[in-house]
């Protein structure tokens, strides 16, 4: 017996029926049912061409249509209207109907002399009822609903079969909800085909993914030796990093078919629809091995499971589970590999990281300078550049940009380059490019005189920490012309990429941060609020220097923050209460209200010690609104910072090494 699921279905199906049998196969005219005496007076006219007689019951057909009940004749004017004659037994009361088929029934007593009266006047008299048609109408009005409605249903199941879905039969492809909506991108292809040519800067992924290639290329070189192919490669990275970009060059580079999908194609509002489409993509797969399978942000659908299934979370375990299904389902030479990328690896299954599954995890970091040098390479192919573009400054001043980044960069500075009607694209352009994505567009804005006084003086502070605080990063521009949100703007950018930090690097940074704050102070003795973001920053920073890197002799080394998620930069958050007393929640504010402190008076001496260096600037600022590196260092004419004494590590014999 059917689900109880396909009962509605099959109401439709009924109806679809009923609507087609009714409008595109009509049962014909139906008959006008007048009285035995019209009847007799229709034949004595010669207007009746032939009756069937069953019982009482004669049917029969005019030669010129009647219409019965004979419309009432209206009265004249200035007439009384006509007595109410006694009704014609048998007449109807109701409409007049025009036919050119009747019905009429025999009087009680059997008139002998009918059969002669018809015969008389050439009434042809048959066995075979009016209404019936031929062979082919038999079969379509007997059997036709019936073989529709398991005609369909037959087609409904094969459907269902085919595509293997869940609820209502339409997970299994019935009107396409249960087939892949993968994007296939082919070798052939060439306006989409990608190699290792268009992927730069992430060198190290893309050699532990050359095996990959090789595998496809040549799969008998490693299977020779018992050996199999990895089945999945989970790539791991900050959003923008190449991961997609990095997927398709493996399949380019080996030639073979690549079957891209997201995660969040597969889940849908009908149950059963994510696994059926995950046996669809798998099959597709098959189908034109050797290929590659992508999944993008795998952690749509990959989130560790054991918790309380409710709503969408049911559906996700079941796509999740199908993919474990079918990953299990081939042994790796039928040579289909499946690629998946995410920048959240912690939340993963673990039965979808196990040995078997996604048997590799490469990991593809931000680009360093000559990884960004490269990348801007590719991306400027197709851009002509004038001659006094870097690309080497412009990946020296571009710390923790991605591939993406960059690519918006170039684009960005391509677009003003046009906006200027220029013919080429000058490193100016790519540096006021820089500007808007870090720093937002400009806001006009119309500020009064102390204002934009007060507003070069906060912002002279940053830069002056960032000239005479040993380690802080170099400024290398600085503006009063308010972007976005702010209303000035100090641009700081490592010399190098950093990733490992001091702590006398941290309190740089707290420093530098604190610089504008400490210039107002310093030179007005008020406080405005344009240090929200300042001390929101520098509040964050003392704060996992105490919770996260064990930096205070106070509290010690001990873990007091949840563990953040180095790919999106973003921690997680406590569940229930938090592990630690009171008590020690007060020592760490104390903690950092302390560090907080220190770095805001050192601030504050600096600027003193500085007093006529900050105000040269303050006058350059607000003559040319925008300084560049170059400008800052003559308007000041301070050196650029000093950089961090490495301190010498004692020796063993208590001397130095």
């Known amino acids: 017996m059917p689900p109880r699921r396909y009962w509605l279905l099959f109401a439709f199906v009924l109806l679809v029926n009923w609507l087609v049998m009714t409008y595109l196969f009509p049962s014909g005219e139906a008959p006008v049912t007048i009285p035995y005496t019209e009847f007799r007076d229709e034949v004595a006219r010669n207007n009746v061409v032939s009756i069937y007689s069953r019982a009482t019951s004669i049917e029969g057909r005019f030669k010129t249509p009647v219409t019965w009940p004979p419309p009432k004749p209206a009265p004249q004017p200035g007439q009384p209207p006509a007595p109410r004659q006694r009704p014609i037994p048998g007449e109807n009361d109701g409409p007049s109907r025009t036919a050119g088929t009747f019905t009429t ?30 062979v082919l109408s038999t079969l379509v009005y007997g059997f036709g609903p019936a073989l529709l409605i398991i005609g369909f249903y037959v087609w409904m199941y094969r459907r269902a079969a085919k595509g293997g879905g869940g609820g209502l039969g339409l997970g299994g492809g019935l009107f396409g909800l249960g087939r892949s909506k993968a994007r296939r991108y082919d070798a052939t292809d060439a306006e989409h085909r990608v190699t290792f040519d268009d992927v730069a800067g992430i060198d190290e992924a893309e050699n532990e993914l050359i095996e990959v290639v090789e595998f496809l ?10 050996g ?35 995660a969040s194609e597969f889940v849908e509002m009908i149950v059963g629809v994510g696994a059926a489409r995950v046996r669809d993509l798998f099959r597709q797969a098959r189908e034109n091995a050797p290929a590659i399978i ?50 959240q690896p912690d939340v993963l299954d673990r039965a979808l990281l196990r040995p078997g ?16 040098q490269a990348i801007l390479k ?64 400009e806001r006009p804005l119309l500020l009064t005189p102390d204002d934009k006084e007060r507003i070069a003086y906060h912002e002279s502070g940053h830069t002056i920490m960032g000239l005479v ?14 972007r976005g949100q702010a ?54 920073l003392a704060r996992s220097m105490v919770t996260r890197w064990g930096m205070s002799d106070t509290i010690g080394m001990v873990q007091l923050a949840p563990r953040q998620n180095v790919f999106l930069g973003t921690g997680g958050s406590f569940m229930g209460d938090k592990p630690f007393s009171e008590q020690t929640a007060a020592r760490v504010d104390a903690e950092v209200q302390r560090i907080i402190d220190e770095c805001h008076e050192q601030a504050k001496r600096l600027l003193r010690e500085h007093r006529a260096a900050l105000d040269r600037l303050v006058r350059s600022l607000l003559a040319k609104e925008t300084l560049s590196e170059q400008e800052i260092l003559e308007a000041t004419g301070l050196p650029p910072a000093p950089a961090l004494q490495s301190r010498p590590l004692p020796h063993p014999e208590g001397g130095t090494p």
């Open 105 to 134: 029934e025999l009087p009680a007593f059997f008139d002998r002399n009918l059969e002669s009266f018809l015969i008389g006047h050439d009434v042809e008299i048959s066995a075979v009822p009016l209404q019936q048609g031929g």
């Open 217 to 226: 290329k040549n799969p008998q070189k490693y299977t020779r030796l018992g």
């Open 228 to 262: 199999s192919a990895p089945k999945g490669v989970l790539l791991i990275g900050a959003p923008g990093t190449g991961k997609t970009l990095l997927a398709r060059a493996v399949a380019g580079e080996a030639g073979v078919p690549f079957f891209s999908m997201s």
């Open 294 to 343: 992508f999944i993008d942000e795998i952690d749509g659908i990959g989130r560790a499971r054991g918790q309380v299934a409710l709503g969408g979370a049911s559906e996700q375990e079941q796509t999740l589970q199908q993919i474990l299904t079918e990953m299990d389902g081939f042994t790796g030479r039928e040579g289909i590999i499946v690629l998946a990328a995410t920048n």
């Open 357 to 372: 599954r996604f048997d590799r995890r490469v990991v593809v970091n931000l680009p360093d300078k000559a990884g960004r």
């Open 378 to 441: 590719v991306h400027v192919r197709k851009v002509p550049l004038a001659a006094d573009v870097s690309l080497e400054e412009l990946s020296q001043t571009t710390p923790g940009f991605s591939g993406a980044d960059l690519k918006n960069l170039v684009n960005e500075a391509a677009l003003l380059a046009a906006r200027r009607d220029e013919a080429e694209v000058r490193q100016r352009d790519f540096l006021d490019a820089l500007e808007k994505i870090v720093l937002g567009p």
């Open 469 to 482: 605080v040993p380690g802080a990063d170099p400024v290398n521009r600085v503006s009063i012309v308010p």
């Open 487 to 540: 209303l000035g703007v100090t641009y700081q950018r490592p010399q190098t990429d950093r990733y490992n930090y001091p702590e006398d690097y941290l309190r740089a940074r707290i420093i530098g941060m604190l610089g504008g704050r400490a210039a107002e102070e310093v030179v007005y003795g008020t406080r405005t609020t344009g240090a929200e973001n300042d001390i929101e920053q520098a509040t964050q």
